[in-house]
């Protein structure tokens, strides 16, 4: 009888260990290797901004970039301040990975709008980078932009956001690139 009891035990907690592994709620809340991937890029960054404006040469400005882990190691906030075109900037962008969907997230707010640019995609390990998609209002037009944003993490000092614009019927157009550089000490 202790032999079957004990059998029993051992066959209960293996059976819950197993359950417990394969919890989708312990997945969705544990950092996984691209939040391991998205904490080394804390720290001090220039951002350098390359907007395109149609036909004239791009302008690039630089900013301060300021990049911190939030909430138990599971987003990349992205803090930018600096000057642009003689006005105060600010923006905070924040990139997460959803474990359950495989899917990146990057949401960005600046002090130049009231608008939220929210954009999804796949993450591709082999060149790590994401394709992310979303869409916002031309203040001007009211019509909507869809915005293809390619994050890749070119080296570990290193990040580039390519944006991409699309409206209405015309092509899509490179618009502004960002691309964050390490502070060296």
């Given at each position: 009888m202790r032999k079957v009891i004990?059998?029993?035990?051992?066959?209960?907690?293996?059976?819950?260990?197993?359950?417990?592994?394969?919890?989708?709620?312990?997945?969705?809340?544990?950092?996984?290797?691209?939040?391991?991937?998205?904490?080394?890029?804390?720290?001090?960054?220039?951002?350098?901004?390359?907007?395109?404006?149609g036909s004239t040469e791009p302008t690039v400005i630089t900013v301060d970039s300021e990049?911190?882990?939030?909430?138990?190691?599971?987003?990349?906030?992205?803090?930018?301040?600096?000057?642009?075109?003689?006005?105060?900037y600010q923006s905070i962008m924040t990139l997460g990975y959803n474990n359950i969907d495989k899917k990146m997230a990057l949401t960005t707010i600046t002090n130049?709008?009231?608008?939220?640019?929210s954009l999804f995609g796949d993450w591709d390990e082999?060149?790590?980078?994401?394709t992310l998609l979303g869409q916002l209002t031309n203040p001007v037009t009211k019509n909507s932009i869809n915005v293809k944003q390619v994050v890749t993490f070119i080296d570990k000092d290193t990040i580039l956001i390519e944006s991409f614009d699309q409206e209405r019927d015309k092509p899509?157009?490179?618009?502004?690139?960002?691309?964050?550089?390490?502070?060296?000490?």
């Amino acid at each position: 009888m202790r032999k079957v009891i004990l059998v029993l035990i051992i066959l209960f907690m293996t059976t819950s260990a197993k359950a417990q592994s394969q919890d989708p709620w312990a997945e969705y809340m544990t950092p996984s290797a691209i939040h391991t991937l998205f904490a080394q890029y804390t720290g001090s960054f220039k951002m350098e901004i390359t907007m395109s404006m149609g036909s004239t040469e791009p302008t690039v400005i630089t900013v301060d970039s300021e990049h911190n882990m939030l909430l138990g190691d599971r987003f990349l906030e992205m803090k930018q301040q600096g000057n642009m075109m003689g006005m105060d900037y600010q923006s905070i962008m924040t990139l997460g990975y959803n474990n359950i969907d495989k899917k990146m997230a990057l949401t960005t707010i600046t002090n130049m709008g009231t608008g939220t640019l929210s954009l999804f995609g796949d993450w591709d390990e082999k060149t790590k980078s994401a394709t992310l998609l979303g869409q916002l209002t031309n203040p001007v037009t009211k019509n909507s932009i869809n915005v293809k944003q390619v994050v890749t993490f070119i080296d570990k000092d290193t990040i580039l956001i390519e944006s991409f614009d699309q409206e209405r019927d015309k092509p899509e157009t490179k618009t502004i690139q960002y691309k964050l550089i390490r502070n060296k000490k």
